[in-house]
């Protein structure tokens, strides 16, 4: 057998170090040990390669928009003054509602909370807007911004507002102290359309 050695790592040949061709070992370092430590060599930074590959996904994930607001469930109510416990948020994004919803798209005056939810549960995403009695007229962007959406999209005025902006969904709620159209489009495109309705029981047919 030769003095020294030929590899195969990953499909790569390793050649003997330079300027060891046909000479024996003892007088230069050209066996199957410093053949291994280059291939080890080799395998080590593909090693880390991989392992940057596989690591890179998980670093470029966001959280989805909004924070969540613990669910208050999905009991109706016969009007907006029935009783019932108090939302969560302001604005609300889930809890006691009426059975009809507002219509979709752009509204000068505020709402009732007990209607909006109800649009909440139906997939829909509200942008609220700060108002000041009297209600100003929205702002231009919001106009065209709900244009785009012809349905499951709302922009109301709401009086009790802390902030200049809120967005609800259905458990969801952000808040903005000035119009971001980006913002305001991903947290659409993340909640709009979504259904909340609780799951219908199967209740068994009665036996004749």
């Not at 390793?14 to 410093?34: E, H, I, M, N, V």
């Not at 890179?56 to 009007?79: K, T, W, Y």
């Not at 159209?181 to 199967?202: T, V």
């Amino acid at each position: 057998m030769t003095a020294w050695h030929r590899f195969r790592i990953s499909g790569t040949l390793l050649k003997p170090p330079r300027g060891c061709q046909g000479a024996p070992c003892l007088t230069c370092d050209c066996g199957a040990s410093k053949m291994a430590r280059m291939a080890r060599g080799r395998t080590g930074w593909a090693s880390v390669v991989v392992l940057a590959i596989a690591v890179a996904p998980v670093a470029a994930e966001e959280h989805p928009p909004g924070r969540e607001v613990p669910s208050q469930g999905n009991v109706h109510l016969q009007s907006p003054g029935s009783p019932h416990p108090p939302y969560h948020s302001v604005p609300p994004t889930s809890g006691p509602h009426v059975p009809w919803l507002a219509p979709w798209g752009m509204h000068r005056i505020p709402i009732p909370w007990e209607i909006q939810v109800h649009n909440l549960e139906d997939g829909g995403v509200i942008i609220h807007y700060r108002c000041d009695r009297p209600c100003p007229e929205p702002p231009e962007a919001l106009a065209r911004l709900v244009t785009e959406y012809p349905t499951q999209v709302i922009v109301a005025p709401e009086p009790r507002l802390s902030t200049a902006f809120a967005l609800t969904a259905w458990g969801r709620l952000a808040v903005f102290d000035a119009l971001d159209e980006e913002q305001f489009r991903r947290f659409i495109d993340a909640y709009r359309g979504l259904d909340h309705h609780p799951p219908k029981s199967s209740t068994p047919s009665a036996q004749p």
